[in-house]
């Protein structure tokens, strides 16, 4: 948490910021370093996870104790803005943002989307004489029992993110008898939604589902053994945001930090840090590497629906799955 200073013996106090951040720790770090240099406000972070994030938030409403939230899926924010937790500012820079990435509230604001997808261990896959699922319909194959590692909805955008798609791609009635056949196969469900792809780049297990640009990301590590795919049917996406939390301390601050990273001179950082999502703002320049996943599949998502049952979806997948967010 940042403490204010004085600078030179005056008695102004130097502006600070804090930040929640739902993206990757390196991104996170790179952002507000540069946002920092560039304003001179002090900015620190604390990283977690989208579903982290959200209950801190709502846990310390009546005295916040950050000022913007940034990263993570937007469905979060949308079930936030609903509790009233966000402020509404419409930044100067979010008019060269297409409206499919904002909230025409300025609720939030897009600031990179990613598309959901398969990946995992071509070793496993060529052990057992098998190739990497190309449908949801492929994830009930009794032959990856105990083989597939996933983040919890509860704690991830990103999982969450995958369970609404199900839901709109099968139907409610039949979306949720499919968590429970999928939920047979499954060996862990962890915390953060980059923790499975890990495990995979690790050879600690055959298959993850999250968002295709991490696995980009692995391979350009040199991860070579990590393989793709998107499901048939078609497949969700994500589109993480920034916000400014509701009863900010430091509100001047935070337009300015929304104002920073809507800019191509901040939406390019990521990739300077292995961050390869697509991009919000036209005129920034994309990660090359995600040409190869671009003509996925997507489906026609509403945001709107799957914010707003959030809570209703998570208790249903707890009791259905006899599950709970992890704590570690």
């Given at each position: 948490?940042?403490?204010?200073?004085?600078?030179?013996?005056?008695?102004?106090?130097?502006?600070?910021?804090?930040?929640?951040?739902?993206?990757?720790?390196?991104?996170?770090?790179?952002?507000?370093?540069?946002?920092?240099?560039?304003?001179?406000?002090?900015?620190?972070?604390?990283?977690?996870?989208?579903?982290?994030?959200?209950?801190?938030?709502?846990?310390?409403?009546?005295?916040?104790?950050?000022?913007?939230?940034?990263?993570?899926?937007?469905?979060?924010?949308?079930?936030?803005?609903?509790?009233?937790?966000?402020?509404?500012?419409?930044?100067?820079?979010?008019?060269?943002?297409?409206?499919?990435?904002?909230?025409?509230?300025?609720?939030?604001?897009?600031?990179?989307?990613?598309?959901?997808?398969?990946?995992?261990?071509?070793?496993?896959?060529?052990?057992?004489?098998?190739?990497?699922?190309?449908?949801?319909?492929?994830?009930?194959?009794?032959?990856?029992?105990?083989?597939?590692?996933?983040?919890?909805?509860?704690?991830?955008?990103?999982?969450?993110?995958?369970?609404?798609?199900?839901?709109?791609?099968?139907?409610?009635?039949?979306?949720?008898?499919?968590?429970?056949?999928?939920?047979?196969?499954?060996?862990?469900?962890?915390?953060?939604?980059?923790?499975?792809?890990?495990?995979?780049?690790?050879?600690?297990?055959?298959?993850?589902?999250?968002?295709?640009?991490?696995?980009?990301?692995?391979?350009?590590?040199?991860?070579?053994?990590?393989?793709?795919?998107?499901?048939?049917?078609?497949?969700?996406?994500?589109?993480?945001?920034?916000?400014?939390?509701?009863?900010?301390?430091?509100?001047?601050?935070?337009?300015?930090?929304?104002?920073?990273?809507?800019?191509?001179?901040?939406?390019?950082?990521?990739?300077?840090?292995?961050?390869?999502?697509?991009?919000?703002?036209?005129?920034?320049?994309?990660?090359?590497?995600?040409?190869?996943?671009k003509n996925a599949k997507l489906i026609v998502q509403d945001d709107a629906w799957s914010g707003a049952h959030r809570s209703e979806f998570l208790n249903k997948f707890n009791t259905l799955t006899k599950t709970t967010p992890p704590k570690k």
């Amino acid at each position: 948490m940042s403490i204010p200073v004085f600078s030179n013996g005056s008695s102004e106090k130097e502006q600070t910021l804090t930040v929640y951040a739902g993206l990757l720790e390196e991104h996170a770090a790179a952002v507000c370093k540069a946002f920092q240099a560039k304003t001179g406000i002090k900015t620190n972070y604390v990283r977690m996870s989208g579903g982290e994030i959200f209950a801190r938030i709502k846990a310390e409403k009546e005295n916040p104790q950050a000022s913007v939230w940034y990263g993570g899926g937007s469905l979060t924010f949308i079930e936030a803005d609903n509790e009233g937790l966000l402020e509404h500012y419409i930044s100067p820079e979010a008019k060269a943002i297409p409206a499919q990435f904002k909230d025409p509230n300025g609720a939030w604001t897009g600031i990179y989307s990613g598309y959901l997808g398969f990946y995992g261990d071509k070793e496993w896959f060529d052990a057992h004489q098998m190739s990497i699922p190309k449908s949801w319909q492929d994830l009930l194959d009794p032959r990856l029992k105990g083989e597939i590692v996933m983040a919890h909805p509860g704690s991830s955008s990103t999982a969450y993110n995958m369970l609404t798609t199900i839901l709109q791609v099968m139907g409610e009635d039949a979306g949720w008898k499919y968590i429970q056949k999928f939920n047979e196969n499954v060996r862990q469900y962890t915390k953060s939604g980059s923790a499975g792809g890990r495990m995979v780049q690790l050879h600690e297990t055959a298959l993850t589902i999250g968002y295709l640009h991490d696995a980009v990301a692995f391979k350009r590590e040199g991860y070579q053994h990590i393989v793709m795919s998107t499901p048939s049917e078609g497949t969700g996406y994500e589109i993480g945001a920034v916000a400014i939390i509701k009863g900010a301390k430091e509100m001047d601050a935070a337009k300015k930090f929304v104002d920073f990273v809507l800019t191509p001179e901040c939406q390019e950082i990521g990739q300077t840090v292995n961050a390869l999502q697509f991009l919000t703002n036209p005129k920034a320049r994309p990660p090359k590497e995600v040409e190869s996943i671009k003509n996925a599949k997507l489906i026609v998502q509403d945001d709107a629906w799957s914010g707003a049952h959030r809570s209703e979806f998570l208790n249903k997948f707890n009791t259905l799955t006899k599950t709970t967010p992890p704590k570690k």
